[in-house]
């Protein structure tokens, strides 16, 4: 009686977590919605716009990355684009939404593959509810970038192959491949999943014959075959991913090399996790290094999260530490494998020990939430980053840029309205003005907030700035400058002299200035150039900067 009282109790338990975790999952989301349509005072970011105007122009793949994020938004907008155009007055929400849809299954997948590995709801509760405190991951559900399905699917890769090599499913093997093609298809790092789930087959005597067996080579081929859009893009494009791929790991210097890069490298990623969840995460790989570790199930979660950390520690010694979140799939296994490593102290006997792990650990909650709220709501505390950053100054114009990585998500409204009035200055003169900026991060937000979306093109290339999708895009000005030949342009960024090898007549430059309590966020340029008549093939489009 006892015994079964006791297994319905369990069982009663094990429900309450699951809606526990549903409801952090569901109310997070619901949050980021009410946030985002009522209470959002960040534009899209560079990258976001560059990535919608990718959507407006569907293709097999771009020059930087694989076309998944494209389709996303297109798909984000086409279901949602007139809800928040009601809303908002622009499609911010739609194409945000992609990033929430992501960023919730990718919470989904954490608790699935915790209670796989550890059979335990309420440790796959607390994995979510962490999850939640970690600034990396809420970021990554509220801006819409390429990291938002890439992790996403790089967590699903990990359920479905945990799936295939210990539940011995066989569909779980090509969904495996599935998702794991998805994921290239937004990031190539996810290749990495493949050699890390190889590696863990190697290395594990009772599984080592799944390497040899179809589902594993089943898996590959079919993420393979999800390259080939890539693949054809690229073949007809010069192979130009290929270059930027390459410049960006360092590859193309061959004699650089930065020392003190495995040290950037690692005070990165200290940071990105608020320092104590580095410190639980490494002490957990060391505990559970595989040769010392009997379980396979938890030598799967540290597979599938160190050579990932190692291929980027290695790389910084060419990139000089590279981007935080490059290897932030690390911590998706990992963070399951540090929460229960970090339950697992609870059970030390030394008081003291208990106490410093229980006050750290509601520190670097109370940090992540903290840091969390200032990313979506920076504003709220620009008093206090004033009093870091100091006065404006010749050698600051813009200080809280210093202190205050938002504030490249601000102004771009002020800044296309004012180009909307400077076309309809020239509108009423009669001409109909071509758009351009001089960098490409400026076309895709200019189109986004300019009045009817329109086509705005880059003169990067002219200007020294490396290759950008916006190049292969026909015609534009500095490739086929014919059908341009005599326009007006309203030219964001750039200075007048620069702009003046390519048309007759250089207006004079305007400063557009985003301010908020009285401080400069952002500035632009702004110059209404006349007679286009092409810019002369800069010396290094032949072998540009990628």
Request: aromatic letters at 14%; a positive charge.
């Amino acid at each position: 009686m006892s015994r079964s009282l006791w297994t319905s109790w369990f069982r009663c338990g094990n429900g309450l977590w699951r809606c526990l975790a549903g409801f952090l999952i569901l109310a997070a989301a619901g949050g980021r919605v009410a946030y985002w349509a009522y209470d959002c005072p960040l534009d899209l970011a560079p990258d976001e716009a560059h990535y919608w105007d990718w959507s407006r122009h569907l293709d097999w793949s771009y020059y930087s990355k694989g076309p998944l994020v494209a389709y996303l938004i297109r798909g984000g907008t086409a279901v949602a684009g007139a809800w928040s155009e009601r809303l908002l007055s622009n499609e911010m929400l739609a194409v945000r939404l992609p990033a929430l849809l992501c960023g919730s299954l990718l919470l989904v997948s954490l608790y699935l593959l915790t209670r796989q590995v550890y059979r335990r709801e309420d440790l796959a509760a607390a994995v979510v509810a962490l999850a939640l405190t970690f600034p990396m991951i809420t970021a990554g559900a509220s801006i819409m970038t390429i990291d938002a399905p890439y992790t996403c699917c790089w967590g699903w890769a990990l359920v479905l192959g945990y799936q295939a090599i210990f539940r011995g499913s066989r569909w779980a093997w090509p969904a495996a491949g599935l998702v794991v093609g998805l994921g290239i298809l937004a990031k190539y790092t996810m290749v990495l999943w493949v050699p890390s789930a190889a590696l863990f087959l190697l290395t594990s005597p009772s599984q080592r014959r799944l390497l040899w067996r179809p589902g594993f080579w089943v898996l590959c081929i079919i993420g393979a075959a999800c390259c080939l859009p890539i693949l054809w893009w690229n073949a007809s494009h010069g192979w130009v991913t290929l270059h930027h791929v390459s410049g960006q790991a360092g590859l193309t210097d061959q004699e650089t090399m930065h020392w003190l890069g495995p040290l950037v490298y690692l005070g990165a990623q200290f940071g990105l996790l608020l320092g104590f969840w580095f410190v639980i995460w490494m002490a957990a790989m060391i505990a559970h290094r595989p040769w010392a570790e009997p379980d396979e199930s938890v030598r799967y979660l540290w597979w599938m999260s160190a050579p990932m950390f190692v291929v980027f520690l290695l790389f910084s010694f060419k990139t000089n530490g590279g981007e935080p979140n490059w290897p932030v799939t690390t911590y998706e296994s990992g963070l399951v494998l540090a929460v229960a490593w970090l339950v697992r102290q609870w059970q030390s006997p030394q008081r003291w020990y208990r106490r410093l792990l229980a006050g750290n650990l509601a520190l670097a909650c109370v940090l992540g939430l903290t840091l969390t709220v200032i990313l979506h709501h920076s504003d709220w505390v620009q008093p206090v980053l004033l009093r870091f950053s100091g006065p404006v100054s010749e050698w600051h114009p813009m200080p809280l840029r210093r202190f205050d990585p938002t504030c490249r998500l601000r102004g771009w409204q002020t800044l296309a309205a004012e180009v909307d009035r400077r076309r309809e200055e020239l509108k009423r003169e009669g001409t109909e003005p071509v758009l351009a900026a001089t960098n490409w991060s400026l076309p895709g937000e200019l189109a986004f907030y300019c009045a009817g979306r329109p086509v705005v093109y880059s003169l990067g290339l002219a200007m020294g700035d490396r290759h950008s999708q916006y190049d292969f895009w026909r015609p534009n000005p500095v490739y086929d400058p014919t059908p341009f030949v005599g326009r007006t342009f309203i030219v964001v960024g750039g200075s007048a002299a620069e702009l003046a090898r390519g048309f007759a007549q250089t207006g004079p430059t305007q400063l557009v200035t985003y301010l908020e309590r009285g401080q400069p966020i952002t500035c632009w340029s702004i110059t209404v150039c006349r007679g286009f008549r092409g810019f002369p093939l800069p010396q290094g489009l032949t072998g540009p900067s990628y």
